[in-house]
């Protein structure tokens, strides 16, 4: 089988090119608040995701009244590790996002809208948008 053979054969596939930063991704989904604003790298994007749901999580702590201590107890970690989710060190899966707002008595898909919220607040000056 020749080029021109193949050709007729075999469709053409179509050019697919990643996305450039400041381009935004917009889900084809109704969770419209993940339109989120970029920063340089990442990196930085999950540092920056990660602090806005550790404010999140800090806020709803002090609103329950539990102490990093009590919240860590009830959800089966220690406390070093609710403050590194507190303070953006770390991100929490799944799984514990769902433990802690149970914990906490708040509904994790608020949690996280929360955290999507204070992301579009604290968008940086300069940047475009985020890609996801």
Do not use: W
């Not at 990643?18 to 930085?44: D, H, N, Q, W, Y």
């Amino acid at each position: 089988m020749d080029e021109a053979d193949a050709r007729e054969v075999l469709p053409a596939r179509p050019r697919v090119t990643p996305p450039r930063c400041g381009i935004v991704v917009k889900a084809k989904t109704p969770l419209s608040f993940l339109e989120l604003p970029a920063t340089p790298s990442p990196i930085a994007d999950r540092r920056r995701i990660a602090q806005a749901f550790g404010a999140v999580l800090k806020i709803a702590r002090m609103g329950a009244q539990l102490s990093q201590e009590e919240l860590g107890q009830r959800a089966g970690m220690v406390r070093a590790t609710v403050s590194q989710y507190e303070r953006g060190l770390h991100q929490p899966t799944l799984r514990v996002i769902l433990r802690l707002s149970a914990v906490l008595g708040v509904n994790a898909g608020m949690l996280v809208q929360m955290a999507a919220g204070r992301l579009l607040r604290s968008k940086p000056s300069g940047e475009g948008d985020i890609e996801l």
